[in-house]
């Protein structure tokens, strides 16, 4: 198992440019999310999917947009990226069967505005 | 929402010595406490987690306790080893809605 992918590792964007995060997971789990982590503010939950065909907002969610394409894949949209975006992207899952809530991080997708 | 507020933001440590950090919480339906570990240029690891009917869970060398009442949770790592060098990260969780604490700068000195 490849666990869970993100592309691209990295990233440099022009304000108002857009992009597409990807992840993708093989552990058949059933929720997903994407976190942004910035320098002393630990992970912020950005959308997350508690099922295929479902996307909720979390905590920082203004300027993304998320589409849950298939059980494995979680894309996170920027639409016109600003400076304030610049941070390290995460993906993760959950199996949320059985009652097994342990997240599963991605290696993260390092993104700057200028 | 939750909020989670973790302590202390740097600790230095000489190997074999223990190292405790401490999160609090403000949402009393949280249930579930995990604890990640974080290497430079990586995803965070769970290393233990804790549910809210248990008060203390241990795993060799990490143990975490819970405090209901009081909200708080804290990590517990002794005979540190320099590979035990990291940033951690607690979080506390309810359903979907995980909030993560500002994360503590572990540093294990030969």
């Known amino acids: 198992n490849a666990g869970v992918t993100q592309t691209p590792k990295f990233q440099v964007l022009k304000t108002g440019q857009s992009m597409t995060l990807q992840c993708a997971q093989d552990m058949n789990h059933n929720s997903m999310y994407w976190y942004r982590q910035d320098p002393g503010m630990g992970l912020r939950l950005i959308y997350y999917s508690a099922s295929e065909g479902t996307t909720d907002k979390g905590e920082v969610p203004n300027g993304y947009n998320v589409s849950r394409l298939n059980k494995r894949e979680f894309s996170l949209r920027l639409e016109s990226a600003a400076p304030s975006q610049t941070s390290v992207y995460f993906c993760?899952?959950?199996?949320?069967?059985?009652?097994?809530?342990?997240?599963?991080f991605g290696p993260g997708t390092r993104l700057t505005v200028t | 929402g939750e909020n989670v507020e973790q302590h202390p933001s740097t600790l230095s440590v000489q190997e074999g010595d223990s190292a405790v950090i401490k999160c609090t919480y403000s949402d009393s339906a949280s249930n579930y406490f995990p604890w990640y570990k974080q290497e430079l240029g990586k995803g965070p690891q769970l290393i233990i987690d804790?549910?809210?009917?248990?008060g203390e869970k241990k795993d060799q060398r990490i143990a975490v306790t819970l405090n209901k009442t009081a909200k708080h949770f804290s990590l517990h790592i002794t005979e540190t080893q320099p590979e035990d060098s990291a940033v951690y990260f607690c979080?506390?969780?309810?359903?979907?809605?995980?909030?993560f604490g500002a994360g503590t700068r572990l540093t294990v000195k030969p």
């Open positions: 979080a506390a969780s309810n359903t979907n809605d995980m909030r």
């Open positions: 993760a899952s959950i199996p949320r069967t059985g009652g097994n809530y342990e997240q599963y």
């Open positions: 804790i549910r809210s009917n248990v």
